[in-house]
T-cell receptor, first 113, second 110 residues
Framework: NAGVTQTPKFRILKIGQSMTLQCTQD?????MYWYRQDPGMGLKLIYY???????DKGEVPNGYNVSRSTTEDFPLRLELAAPSQTSVYFC????????????FGSGTRLTVV | RKEVEQDPGPFNVPEGATVAFNCTYS??????FFWYRQDCRKEPKLLMS???SGNEDGRFTAQLNRASQYISLLIRDSKLSDSATYLC???????????FGTGTRLLVSP
């Protein structure tokens, strides 16, 4: 049982480039989330989804887009990378009853230069 | 007022010490409560859920006080491997989203 899988683990982008961070879960969870964590700071919610075809903005959505075409996948798209998007990105999923908390992926470390 | 507040620390303790962290939450109707542990440059991992009656897992004890809206985590006989950031996490009512505190850093020294 893989849980939540994120790819890539590391990436360096140049300013203005685009990329997609992949997130897949095999627990049949309806709820999925994207967070970013800057050095020494807490987690900030970027986007979330409560099921296939449904997405909504979190605290810091600017510069990002998401889609949720299947229950398993929740990719995060950066269209025009900026240095301010240098961060660690975590994907997470949550079971419907929420009693067991989030399961996190291992993160993607992104540097924009 | 933040939804979840924690003392950022760091808490510096010697091995074998007992250390306690507190966390307060603003929404009295919050439903579920958790402590997560985050090691440096790693993803947060669930340490334990927190129940109204209090619960214990080995050296770790979690308590919930709904009347005062705070959650506590007690670590007994601290180990070097307990050094990490401990995140207090709350589920607000009506929506399946966890709200994270900014974390309390613990440093256990020999």
């Amino acid at each position: 049982n893989a849980g939540v899988t994120q790819t890539p683990k590391f990436r360096i982008l140049k300013i203005g480039q685009s990329m997609t961070l992949q997130c897949t879960q095999d627990m049949n969870h309806n709820y999925m989330y994207w967070y970013r964590q800057d050095p020494g700071m807490g987690l900030k919610l970027i986007y979330y989804s409560v099921g296939a075809g449904i997405t909504d903005k979190g605290e810091v959505p600017n510069g990002y887009n998401v889609s949720r075409s299947t229950t398993e996948d929740f990719p995060l798209r950066l269209e025009l990378a900026a240095p301010s998007q240098t961060s660690v990105y975590f994907c997470a999923s949550l079971g419907d009853r929420g009693f067991n908390g989030y399961t996190f992926g291992s993160g993607t470390r992104l540097t924009v230069v | 007022r933040k939804e979840v507040e924690q003392d950022p620390g760091p808490f510096n303790v010697p091995e074998g010490a007992t250390v306690a962290f507190n966390c307060t939450y603003s929404n009295s109707a919050s439903q579920s409560f958790f402590w997560y542990r985050q090691d440096c440059r790693k993803e947060p991992k669930l340490l334990m859920s927190v129940y109204s009656s209090g619960n214990e897992d080995g050296r770790f004890t979690a308590q919930l006080n709904r009347a005062s809206q705070y959650i506590s985590l007690l670590i007994r006989d601290s180990k070097l491997s307990d050094s990490a950031t401990y995140l207090c996490v709350v589920t607000p009512p009506g929506f399946q989203k966890l709200v994270f505190g900014t974390g309390t850093r613990l440093l256990v020294s020999p």
